[in-house]
């Protein structure tokens, strides 16, 4: 139960470091748009932080094997039972934005059931190490 608590508190550090370059880049983008257009909705920069966030994890797991919140607590992707291909990075990347939506809570009860994967693991056939 120790492995598994350890693996969840890295796992949502770089998760909230994650969503920091989300966000941060969703501001700078969206400063720069309400900057040229006198009206900006809400739902505009939800949009744009949608479409960014999908970028991002994708690009990044793809190419790098980890996201910039990965890489800085040395955590890394491995596909389980081959390479880590663009559908399995653009799974991890729709999973990631589901588990917004829930707030986590699928990931984590997934994690306590089975010790050692969330959910977004399980369904993409990826491990983090």
């Known amino acids: 139960m120790k492995n598994c608590i350890n ?3 890295l796992r949502v550090a770089a998760f909230v470091i994650d969503i920091s ?3 941060l880049y969703t501001s700078l983008v969206g400063g720069l748009i309400a900057y040229f257009v006198e009206a900006m909705e809400l739902y505009i920069l939800v949009i744009l932080a ?3 966030s999908f970028i991002y994890i994708t690009y990044t797991l793809f190419f790098w094997r980890a996201t910039v919140g990965m890489m800085l607590l040395n955590l890394k ?3 389980v039972g081959g ?3 663009l559908g399995r990075a653009i799974g991890r990347a729709f999973t990631f934005l ?3 939506g829930t707030l986590g809570i699928f990931n ?3 994690l306590l059931l089975s010790k050692d994967i969330l959910l977004t693991d399980y369904l993409t056939s990826t ?3």
């Open 7 to 9: 693996i969840l508190l």
């Open 98 to 100: 589901l588990s917004l």
């Open 77 to 79: 992707i491995t596909a």
């Open 127 to 129: 491990r983090i190490e």
């Open 83 to 85: 390479d880590l291909t």
């Open 21 to 23: 370059v989300i966000l």
């Open 50 to 52: 949608l479409i960014f």
């Open 108 to 110: 984590i009860i997934f």
